[in-house]
């Protein structure tokens, strides 16, 4: 099963508020290594260039924080009880 495929089975209740927030101004180099490490695929350039991180469909794996740590990330928790991820499996 391709990846989208099986990410499109989890079921998301995306929370108002980003869990995830970018600090303002970043290198190439931590903008390249966000988007190479989420395995969701959240952290995406917009038209004027501008990384934008769509916290919607995050897996809260942690990947991001780890890479990049504080230095990228302004903001990383989970999201609140209710919100977030729900792993389907079978
Ligand atoms: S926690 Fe994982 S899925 Fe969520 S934004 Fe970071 S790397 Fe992507």
């Known amino acids: 099963m391709p990846v989208s495929e099986s990410l499109a089975r989890n079921c998301y209740h995306p929370a108002d508020k980003a869990h995830i927030t970018l600090r303002p101004v970043l290198s190439d180099e931590q903008i390249a290594l966000l988007e190479k490490i989420c395995p969701a695929g959240l952290f995406r ?24 740590g504080d230095t990228a990330l302004a903001e990383w928790h989970h999201p609140p009880s209710g919100t977030g991820l729900t792993l389907r499996f079978g």
Do not use: I, M, P, W
Request: hydrophobic content about 40%.
């Open 45 to 68: 350039r917009d038209a004027a260039g501008k990384v934008n991180v769509h916290f919607q469909g995050c897996l809260e794996c942690g990947s991001c924080r780890l890479v990049a």
